[in-house]
């Protein structure tokens, strides 16, 4: 059974960073990509960065390029999120996902952890 698992979250300051780990088990992911999201209150959720497991591309969206930077630990079967420079509007629940890279939909979700960015 898969099993994708967030942590770090919390309540920061504009301009803090912080860094979100997802811990991902139950199958080998050499062959996926693993991707962030994100859902703020009353928006559709949307993409933030992902990698591929297998040589490390990475891709991010426009509004993080430059402060986030999405990595993996392949000994610990975990992919971390690096946030810096946070804003505001960063505000938003964040969510590890996994697909294949033959995939062209995720469907493995973790629940979610809250990042909340004060003024």
């Known amino acids: 059974q898969v099993q994708l698992v967030e942590s770090g979250g919390g309540l920061v300051q504009a301009g803090d960073s912080l860094r979100l780990s997802c811990a991902a088990s139950g199958r080998t992911f050499s062959t996926y990509v693993m991707g962030w999201f994100r859902q703020a209150p009353g928006k559709e959720r949307e993409f933030v960065a992902s990698?591929?497991?297998?040589?490390?591309?990475?891709y991010y969206a426009d509004s993080v390029k430059g402060r986030f930077t999405i990595s993996r630990d392949n000994a610990k079967n975990t992919v971390f999120l690096q946030m810096n420079s946070l804003k505001p509007e960063d505000t938003a629940v964040y969510y590890c996902?996994?697909?294949?890279?033959?995939?062209?939909?995720?469907?493995?979700w973790g629940q979610g952890t809250q990042v909340t960015v004060s003024s």
């Open positions: 996902a996994a697909r294949s890279v033959t995939s062209g939909k995720y469907y493995y």
């Open positions: 990698i591929i497991w297998s040589g490390g591309s990475t």
